[in-house]
């Protein structure tokens, strides 16, 4: 079984949704034993971190999911709140990846939204994707580039559009809004 990370940071439904286009079933919830035992564990998100992060705290998820062995992918904020620290609400992540999350100079072109090509793909998570395939982003946050980026993405300046470590994965785009490129990564992840 598939396990969606429920925790009151939306866009739960559209990775339901994709999944069960590629014949997945899945579960959205918030119990630990549930996301303990999942085969693979997705950890989406839309809003805002230090909202998101304290409901985490809440129901202990910031805890648990540092310690889960399976592949887990997080996807946009999900991706934000694996790192260190995130600028949006001075908020302290879970530390999965040593990177900070900061916000885009200030210019008329925050947030990043819109579909983008993505660069240095590194892990089977973008196998049989080209770099000149184009995903859906929509943030205002970026991760800095590091030992742990798997993809990277162009907007204003460099910054992290995959990262990767041990079984966590993560997307600062959403797969669940890139058309064929983004079903793709999701049937990648669900191969590991």
Known sequence: MIAIIKY????????????????????????F???????KVIFPGVGEAS?????????????LIPTLTRPVLGICLGQ???????????????????????????????????????????????????EEDDVYFVHSYYCEISEFTSAVCDYI?????????DNFYSTQFHPEKSG??????LQNFLNL
């Open 8 to 31: 009151n940071a939306g866009n739960v439904q559209s990775v339901q949704t994709a999944l069960k286009r590629l014949g997945v079933e899945s579960i959205v919830t918030d119990n």
């Open 33 to 39: 034993d549930e996301i303990r035992n999942a085969e």
């Open 51 to 63: 909202s998101a992060m304290k409901f985490l705290q809440e129901k202990g998820l910031d805890k």
């Open 80 to 130: 934000q709140l694996m790192c260190n620290n995130i600028e949006e609400g001075d908020t302290v992540g879970m530390k999965i990846f040593d990177v900070d999350v900061k916000l885009f100079p200030p210019k008329d072109l925050v947030p990043h939204m819109g579909w983008n090509s993505l660069k240095n793909l590194k892990n089977s998570l973008f196998e049989g994707i080209s």
């Open 157 to 165: 300046l460099l910054f992290s559009a995959g990262l990767q470590r």
């Open 180 to 185: 064929s490129v983004g079903a793709k990564i």
